[in-house]
C-alpha cells in the first residue's frame, strides 16, 4: 500500500515537472521565433520634473501578446531571452521602434522629449552596438542628448572591456548614460566618477519605504545629494502616493516616475497626455 501510494506520488510530481519543463520549452522556442518581434509591443511611461510638473520624457516598456490574448510582462520573459541569446534581437526591435516613435511624436509636440531605454548586459558587449544606436538617431534625426541607455549596477560589475568601449562610445556620442534601480546592486560607488552617467534612478524599493522608515529616508538622502554632487539627475520610480511624492520633491529628488502619476500608456495615448 504504501508502496503503491509511493509511486502515485512519484506520477503526481513527473507529471507537474513535466507539464513545467514543457511549458518552458515552449516559451523558449516561442522567444527564439523569427516573428517574435512581431508579436512584441511598447507601452510608454512618463517621467515627470518635479519642479515644473511636466513631463521630461517616456521610458519605453516592452511587452508580449500571448497566443491566449494575454499580455507577459517583461519580468516573465526578458531573464529567459537573456539566457538563451535572444535579447539582443528584442532591444534591437525595441530601440527601432521607440525612436521612430518619438520621432514622430516630437514632430506635434514643440518641447523636446527623453527617450529611455532599457538596455541589458549582453546588447553591450555587441561590438557594433554603438554605431546601431548613432544610426538610428541619425535615421529618425533625433539629438543624442534626448536618449537615455538605462543600464543597472551589474553591466558594471562584469567589467567587461567590450561593455566599458561601448559605454565611452556612446557617452562620446551624446547619449545619456543613467543607472536603473540604483541601490540594489552589491558594488563599489567608484565607477560613479569613472563613467559619464547622467542619471540616477532610485530603486523602487525605496520609494516603497520612504515615508515611514527612517533608515531608508537616510539611504534617499544620501543618494539624492551624492547625486546632488556628481552633478547627475535624480529619478525615483515606482512612485505610489502624494506622501512619497512630496517626500522626495521637497528632499531634492529631480524627477518622478510611478503609478501615482501615470502607469504605462500606449504610444498613441502620448499626446493626449502631453496636452492634458
Ligand atoms: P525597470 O526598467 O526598473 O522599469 C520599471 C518597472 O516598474 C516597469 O515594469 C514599470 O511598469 C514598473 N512600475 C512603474 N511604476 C510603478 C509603480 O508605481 N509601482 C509598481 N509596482 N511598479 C511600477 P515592467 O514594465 O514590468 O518592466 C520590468 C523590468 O523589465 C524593467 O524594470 C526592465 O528592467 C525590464 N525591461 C522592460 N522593458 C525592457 C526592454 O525593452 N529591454 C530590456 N532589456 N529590459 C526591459
Ligand atoms: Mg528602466
Ligand atoms: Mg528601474
Ligand atoms: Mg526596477
Redesign the pocket.
Known amino acids: 500500500q504504501a508502496k503503491e501510494r509511493g509511486r502515485n506520488r512519484y506520477q503526481y510530481y513527473s507529471e507537474e515537472i513535466n507539464i513545467r519543463l514543457m511549458a518552458q520549452l515552449d516559451l523558449e522556442a516561442r522567444l527564439r521565433s523569427p516573428l517574435l518581434t512581431q508579436s512584441l509591443v ?2 510608454y ?1 512618463p517621467i515627470y520634473n518635479m519642479q515644473t510638473e511636466t513631463i521630461s520624457g517616456y ?5 508580449w501578446h500571448q497566443p491566449d490574448g494575454s499580455l507577459m ?3 516573465d520573459f ?1 531573464p529567459v ?2 539566457e538563451i541569446g535572444v ?1 539582443q534581437d ?2 534591437k526591435w ?1 530601440m527601432i521602434t521607440a525612436c521612430s516613435e518619438l520621432a514622430m511624436r516630437m514632430q506635434d509636440h514643440q518641447r523636446p522629449l527623453r527617450l529611455s ?4 548586459p549582453k ?1 553591450l558587449r555587441l561590438p557594433d552596438y554603438a554605431d546601431f544606436v548613432a544610426q538610428q538617431l541619425q535615421l529618425n534625426q533625433l539629438p543624442a542628448n534626448l536618449l537615455e541607455l ?1 543600464i ?1 549596477e551589474r553591466v558594471i560589475m562584469q567589467n567587461d572591456d567590450q561593455t566599458l568601449a561601448n559605454i565611452r562610445a556612446l557617452g562620446e556620442l551624446g547619449v545619456r548614460l543613467s543607472i ?2 540604483f541601490g540594489t546592486g552589491y558594488s563599489s560607488l567608484s565607477y560613479l566618477q569613472k563613467f559619464p552617467f547622467k542619471t540616477l ?1 532610485i ?2 524599493s525605496f ?1 516603497d519605504n520612504v515615508c515611514h522608515n527612517e533608515p531608508t529616508q537616510r539611504v534617499v538622502d544620501t543618494i539624492i545629494s551624492m547625486a546632488r554632487s556628481l552633478n547627475m539627475q535624480v529619478v525615483a ?4 502616493t502624494e506622501e512619497q511624492y512630496l517626500y522626495l520633491k521637497s528632499h531634492g529628488c529631480d524627477l518622478a ?4 502619476l501615470s ?2 500608456i500606449h504610444g498613441v495615448d502620448i499626446p493626449a497626455q502631453l496636452t492634458a
Open positions: 511598447l507601452q511611461q521610458e519605453a516598456l516592452v511587452r510582462l517583461p519580468g526578458i531571452a537573456e535579447i528584442i532591444d525595441v531605454l532599457n538596455v541589458s546588447q538605462e543597472t536603473d534601480d534612478k530603486d523602487r520609494v520610480e515606482g512612485i505610489e516616475q510611478g503609478f501615482y502607469r504605462p
